[in-house]
């Protein structure tokens, strides 16, 4: 009995003991599988994202090599385009425009402009203009060198009336048994966008300073309202920028520099002071003395020296503007239309809010803006590039008649450009028809930038 039950107990042990080492087996198998399962799905993974990887950084890569590509064919496409115009200069023959007549002004000077050279070219050098025009070129007349290979402007008979207008207003001589319209001495040039306000003014001043006017030249009327430092005047309850005013004095000093120091200074008032530019107030002064025998170019240096009087001395300058007789004196502003709206400052109203500051409370822009000084001339020109907003047609501090519109290329003007982009080699002659560039006239609706864009297009 004993030995039977030991029997059983050793068979019952044998087999637990072999069922739990099959047990054993299958599960150490299932582990291998699923670590080998596991492994190679890894690795097929793995795999599959380098090549994944792989292929998109080929393509990332094709991609820049094609981007490369295009740059490097555009330059060497641009480089033989002015080799050939550099070789093209000794063909006079080539100066052609519509119907057969001359393409460039022989005219040394815009001075001496008439009608009959209007819808032609006129040649400037770089330096010519970078001397005369010291502030800084706009931008759209930059553009138009960069593209079309050549410092050449298309002279048109708005900007001749605009020139006339202001010379009728020195020499009012000139008015009698004059049939133009009537002489305005502020004006704002308007229009829609790149129809050539910016390059009209800028030739307006040019023209101005070679008749020896005093011309205070504001390319961008932006940069007045935009940057730098703003203090809160308790003096004046205007905000002082003392940084933009420097650089207005800088400006204003490139070229006037003969004229000014020939110029004596009518108010003697000392200059008050104001908070400067990170210094803080002055101590122990509040204003700066003018002597007798001050000069305009000692009244500029002054404010351009000393940061307190910066702001100061820009709106005394305004006064003294108004007072000179000894020579004719133009402020020309660009983007004017940017001192009819908000700056870029605001005042901290309540600990979570602020208030924007209107251009108007700068205390630069509030002694230069107004146009109702009636014997000052003054034109101002609208930048639509600039986005300030549509502003309304009676502009507070500007004459009622003072808002002039300047029109686009009219069909004889860009009949003279597309020429001048066809002499440029922008087009090919093989492409170049009447019938094309007018239709790119009409597709641009005389827009003169988006003519320049569309004219290598014609085929």
């Not at 000794?90 to 052609?96: E, H, I, K, T, Y």
């Not at 006129?122 to 330096?127: A, L």
Request: overall charge neutral; hydrophobic content about 35%; charged content about 25%.
């Amino acid at each position: 009995m004993l030995l039977r039950t030991l029997r059983r107990a050793t068979t019952t042990a044998a087999v637990v003991a072999a069922a739990s080492s099959t047990l054993t087996k299958q599960h150490h198998s299932h582990l291998s599988i699923s670590r080998s399962f596991s492994s190679n799905t890894t690795k097929a993974n793995l795999t599959k994202a380098k090549r994944s990887k792989s292929k998109s950084d080929g393509k990332d890569r094709a991609e820049e090599l094609q981007v490369t590509d295009t740059e490097f064919f555009v330059k060497q496409d641009e480089e033989l385009r002015r080799q050939q115009l550099a070789q093209d200069e000794n063909n006079p023959a080539l100066d052609v425009g519509p119907n057969g007549r001359p393409l460039f002004t022989s005219t040394p000077s815009i001075s001496l402009l008439t009608k009959k050279d209007a819808s032609t070219y006129m040649k400037f050098s770089m330096e010519e203009l970078n001397e005369v025009l010291p502030e800084g070129l706009p931008m759209g007349m930059v553009k138009e060198f960069e593209e079309s290979s050549r410092s050449a402007l298309l002279i048109r008979q708005s900007f001749l009336d605009l020139r006339d207008n202001f010379r009728r207003a020195v020499d009012p001589s000139l008015v009698v048994g004059s049939k133009g319209s009537k002489v305005r001495k502020q004006i704002v040039l308007d229009g829609p966008v790149s129809c050539g306000k910016s390059i009209a003014l800028a030739m307006l001043v040019h023209w101005a300073r070679e008749e020896g006017w005093l011309v205070l030249y504001v390319p961008s009327g932006r940069e007045w309202t935009h940057g730098g430092l703003f203090y809160k005047n308790p003096q004046t309850c205007l905000w002082d920028t003392p940084v933009q005013a420097a650089n207005i004095l800088q400006d204003f000093s490139k070229y006037n520099v003969s004229l000014l120091k020939k110029i004596k200074c009518n108010t003697l008032d000392p200059i008050p002071l104001g908070e400067g530019a990170g210094v803080g107030w002055p101590k122990g002064i509040d204003k700066m003395p003018i002597s007798e025998d001050s000069t305009l170019y000692d009244l500029v240096q002054a404010g351009i020296n000393n940061t307190h009087a910066s702001v100061g001395v820009v709106v005394r300058l305004r006064k003294e503007l108004s007072d000179v007789k000894d020579v004719p004196v133009l402020i020309a502003i660009d983007q004017y239309n940017s001192w009819f709206t908000f700056s870029e400052y605001e005042e901290p109203v309540t600990v979570r809010a602020c208030r924007p500051v209107h251009a108007r409370e700068l205390a630069t822009v509030n002694a230069f803006r107004s146009m109702l000084h009636e014997n000052d001339m003054m034109v101002g020109a609208f930048s639509h590039s600039t986005a300030v907003g549509k502003l309304r047609q009676e502009l507070p501090d500007v004459p009622t008649d003072a808002r002039i519109n300047f029109p686009r290329y009219n069909l004889d003007e860009a009949d003279s450009v597309c020429h001048y982009y066809l002499r440029q080699r922008l087009v090919s002659h093989d492409a170049f028809s009447e019938e094309n560039w007018k239709k790119i006239y009409y597709l641009s609706n005389g827009n003169g930038t988006e003519m320049r864009y569309l004219v290598p297009f014609m085929r």
